[in-house]
């Protein structure tokens, strides 16, 4: 049977509380309880550390971060410091991997994929590093990525970080559309010191809406998985406590 992937936006939000719900929602799937979800959400400003984060590579203090008003969460994902704000398009996936689709390396593989043809929906053209992980483009040429040896000027566009327990995918990816850059400078971002970050405002000059690109998304991380898509609900006023927040077995 093909899956089917339900859409859920959750408009802008902390991230803090989102994690938790996530969670709630991985269990909830892990259990056979809920279908395949996928979260999506634009958050307000926040500093997220991986498993493997390096606190060096958060360049201010927290105190001093959250003084800015950028809050400092520990999660459980894979991978180094990363950022999200406004401006921002994330994805939180919440899908069972089995029977078929058990391959850690994959799934990284087609979040990547999912980003790279939205990012060539607004005329950027990119793809996988053969170093990092993430979607990357050529800031010196946006209308053509040749791989990171060849790129004059490599930048990430999209990161990826995944959480799967039982074959139950948490955590996901962010798809920088207008998000200011500028906050990238307080930490090293996926401890990549020596490449930045950029947007699709930054390549383009088009600002883009989040909402629309949420549920683009959806279609085709849908196509990725070679799922259907069974619905894509704006959820954005609703409660996060799972008694305001029924979702379909």
Not at 136 to 162: C, F, H, N, Q, T
Request: overall charge positive; charged content about 25%.
């Amino acid at each position: 049977m093909r899956r089917s992937l339900r859409g859920i936006w959750l408009g802008r939000r902390r991230y803090a509380p989102v994690l938790s719900f996530m969670q709630s929602l991985q269990k909830q799937r892990q259990q056979g309880r809920i279908a395949d979800t996928v979260l999506f959400v634009e958050h307000e400003p926040v500093v997220t550390l991986g498993r493997g984060a390096q606190p060096s590579h958060v360049l201010f203090p927290r105190a001093a971060l959250e003084r800015q008003g950028v809050d400092v969460v520990e999660t459980g994902r894979g991978g180094d410091v990363t950022l999200h704000a406004p401006g921002q398009l994330v994805g939180y996936p919440i899908v069972d991997l089995m029977p078929e689709r058990c391959d850690v390396r994959r799934y990284v593989r087609d979040l990547t994929e999912t980003m790279r043809r939205l990012a060539g929906e607004h005329g950027v053209s990119a793809g996988p590093s053969e170093r990092y992980i993430g979607l990357w483009v050529d800031r010196e040429e946006p209308s053509a990525w040749r791989g990171d040896e060849r790129a004059r000027a490599p930048a990430k566009l999209g990161a990826i970080g995944v959480a799967i327990s039982r074959w139950v995918t948490a955590h996901g990816f962010a798809y920088n559309l207008t998000t200011n850059l500028d906050l990238y400078r307080l930490i090293v971002p996926c401890g990549i010191a020596e490449h930045g970050v950029t947007s699709i405002h930054a390549l383009t000059g088009v600002r883009l809406e989040v909402l629309p690109a949420a549920r683009r998304s959806l279609e085709l991380l849908a196509a990725v998985l070679e799922a259907d898509v069974a619905a894509f609900e704006d959820r954005s006023r609703t409660s996060l406590e799972a008694a305001s927040f029924p979702l379909p077995a």
